[in-house]
């Protein structure tokens, strides 16, 4: 009987397939053609693509459904269906091996940088994370994510449509951040929080340039770390697109990832069936690195993570108990006066800004909504009107942190626990939170802010 993925990936090194597109093209697929079309109009070719990468070690294949989602494609349960057959048919020989459910970006921006609500990309994402489990699959993996805020969305509907395991890659450049600012301790508090089986990196960078990225989860990261990095970057010659490394080349890099943190690898674009079966054969018995819990405190906005220790600065300026301007503002609906204010707290180095709307809860969405439209500073979530705390926690974009009122433990801890927040209390509190099952690290006192 095959193994658990969640139970295996902690025992030995584990091996994705590698590119998708760009061996497609080799055989035939013409450039702007979507892969997914294959799945109806060349079942062979798909099969084939998969037995392929079985063949050179892969432990773990991806279907062919990158681009299916229902903002694409009408008849995308129609397409996932087939892509999900067709992997499962080159699976027969391969009876340990894994079926991924690969669900990548939804082709347009989330607000506030395009004109996707957040509510209707998780919508869009729990309609195929459900299909997943539906026809087969052994896990699901969001990868190719640039934004945050959109592989936020991803993970949650993936967890609440489906019961599956949930891997996750983003996309670092050079600067090491995604194009929308988050930085590698930003996404390992998002994803850790929300409760991501793996995560790591994928596609934009050769296996060379994501070493520094790699290193950064090695040091953060409880969880294992994934590293599917293209074949180099991308350049034309003769009217075609080739890669700068080899898999010889492609897999020496592969060597050093393996030794600073990297538990499960593959390839991305440009890599082939040989780049993946050299790739094993140099890095399969490097010892796995040392797994362990981290112990960080962590919140975050989109783009920048805290690490919540002794003295960290929390702005209070939006606490109705704390401040009458606030109260008043709140009265007269004045949104805008927590934007500035929150602008303000920036600029005057505040770490975490604390939002306490009581007695006008129901706009605490709203202005959760609006600063982080402006703004990269964390918030403190208190609220006892769960129903507002829910939305707001929803929407949140990055990982909060909430305020638990002990005498309501029993309804915020589900929503802590749920959105990956980290929870700001009292002894009483803590010891609520400890029996509910929640990790020590994501509980802080609130006497440790200065």
């Known amino acids: ?125 729990k309609k195929t994370a459900a299909l997943a489990e539906k026809y087969g699959a052994d896990l699901i993996l969001i990868e190719t994510m640039n934004d945050a805020y959109e592989t936020k969305a991803a993970l949650l509907a993936a967890k609440e449509a489906s019961s599956l395991p949930v891997f996750v890659t983003n996309v670092y450049d050079e600067s090491k951040r995604l194009m929308t600012g988050a930085d590698p301790l930003t996404m390992i508090a998002i994803l850790e929080g929300i409760g991501a089986d793996a ?117 209070v300026a939006l606490d109705i108990e704390k401040s009458e301007s606030f109260k008043e503002a709140m009265a007269d609906n004045d949104i805008d006066y927590t934007v500035d204010a929150a602008l303000d707290m920036g600029d005057e180095d505040k770490e975490i800004i604390t939002l306490n709307l009581k007695g006008y809860d129901n706009l605490l969405p709203e202005v959760v909504k609006e600063i982080q439209s402006v703004s990269n500073i964390s918030m403190l979530l208190k609220s006892e009107d769960i129903s507002s705390l829910e939305s707001a926690l929803r929407i949140y974009n990055g990982k909060p942190a909430v305020y638990l009122y002990s005498s309501i433990a029993e309804e915020i801890l589900p929503l802590a626990k749920k959105y990956g927040a980290l929870i700001v209390t009292d002894q009483i509190g803590k010891e609520k939170a400890l029996s509910f099952g929640i990790n020590k690290k994501e509980i802080v006192l609130e006497e440790i802010f200065s």
């Not at 892969?35 to 294949?61: F, K, Q, R, T």
């Not at 492609?250 to 082939?272: M, P, V, W, Y």
């Open 1 to 125: 009987m095959k193994k658990n993925i969640l139970e295996l990936i902690k025992e030995q090194r584990v091996y994705f397939d590698g590119g998708t597109g760009t061996v497609l093209q080799k055989r035939g697929l013409t450039k702007g053609k979507a892969p997914e079309v294959w799945n109806m109009e060349w079942p062979e070719e798909i099969v084939i693509l998969h037995c392929s990468y079985l063949e050179a070690g892969a432990d773990i294949i991806k279907s062919n459904t990158f681009g299916v989602n229902p903002i694409k494609y009408n008849n995308y349960e129609e397409i996932i269906e087939k892509a999900l057959n067709n992997a499962k048919e080159s699976l027969k020989d391969y009876p340990d091996a894994y079926l991924a459910f690969d669900m990548g970006p939804l082709g347009k921006l989330l607000k506030p940088w395009g004109d996707l609500d957040f509510i209707d990309a998780v919508d869009a994402f």
């Open 199 to 315: 995560i790591g990196m994928n596609c934009s960078q050769g296996p060379d340039k994501m070493l520094p990225v790699v290193k950064d989860f090695g040091k953060y990261c409880s969880i294992p770390v994934i590293v599917n990095p293209n074949a180099g970057l991308p350049e034309m010659k003769n009217g075609e697109t080739v890669y700068s490394f080899d898999a010889q080349e492609f897999s020496q890099h592969g060597i050093e990832i393996a030794k600073n943190g990297g538990f499960i690898l593959g390839g991305c674009c440009g890599t082939d069936f040989d780049y993946i079966k050299s790739l094993k054969a140099v890095t399969k018995d490097i010892p796995l690195p040392e797994l362990s819990d981290k112990g960080l405190s962590l919140v975050s906005s989109y783009s920048k993570a805290v690490i919540i220790e002794k003295g960290t600065a929390l702005g």
